[in-house]
DNA sequence: CAGATCTATAATAACATGAGCATATGAGCA
DNA sequence: TGCTCATATGCTCATGTTATTATAGATCTG
């Protein structure tokens, strides 16, 4: 699953969608006016976060609404929490430098 | 540099090599050794991670040593960062129901 | 210097991705 | 039913990715 969710998350425009609906669920068609890409390219991307389970797209009456899931995201910090330690541990070190400096 | 930060970790092998180098610097040699690929293959593997700058390499008499670079992952998390309060958030909401089914 | 070791790179092949245009599908409405 | 709006999908082109094999380059060692 973390393969699809960096992949999708890869592209610029993908992002850029994640940030909208992270704001607001959308139909599919107020997307694509945020986008200098016709609606083909647009509903493309969407097919990508929705295979990453990033985004999900239910039909309300002649639209589709797309909205924002939060699993991958919370999968995504938790492989990324697993790191913290590792450049916290680097971020001490160079505290210490400059608190050595100082001295 | 998201993009490339995104991109690079997108692939499992890379994401192995990171965990692998998170423990400790390992010249590409070891690095091959974790895996059932090329040397050519990793040494492309290692070009990927170097130009998203998440790892160096830093040549060692014969050598070439990798190391983890904090930069992207801090940056990945701040990214991510702005997302907490959405799946918080809705977390919270799961939570609040949860209690009102418990009432 | 010659040979061994470690790593990078060129050439190539298979496959994936992302864009556009044109068209199909599905829902609502007259 | 026939028309229109919203969205998806097939086709195609250009480009990028990942792997392999073979080879080149850099460094140590005798």
Redesign the pocket.
């Known amino acids: 699953m973390l393969d699809a969710t960096f ?1 999708a998350l890869s ?1 610029p ?1 993908r992002r850029a969608i994640v940030g909208l609906l992270a704001n607001q669920e959308l ?3 107020k997307v694509v006016e945020n986008f200098g ?5 647009i ?6 976060l929705e295979n990453a389970r990033l985004i999900e ?1 239910r ?1 309300v ?4 609404v797309c909205s924002l899931s939060t699993g991958p995201l919370q999968e995504l910090s938790e492989w990324l929490e697993a790191y913290r330690r590792f450049w916290e541990g680097s971020l001490k070190r160079l505290d210490k430098t400059m608190a050595r400096k100082k001295r």
């Open positions: 992949s592209d425009t139909s599919v068609g890409l016709t609606q083909s390219a509903s493309r991307h969407l097919d990508v797209r039909r009456g002649q639209r589709r």
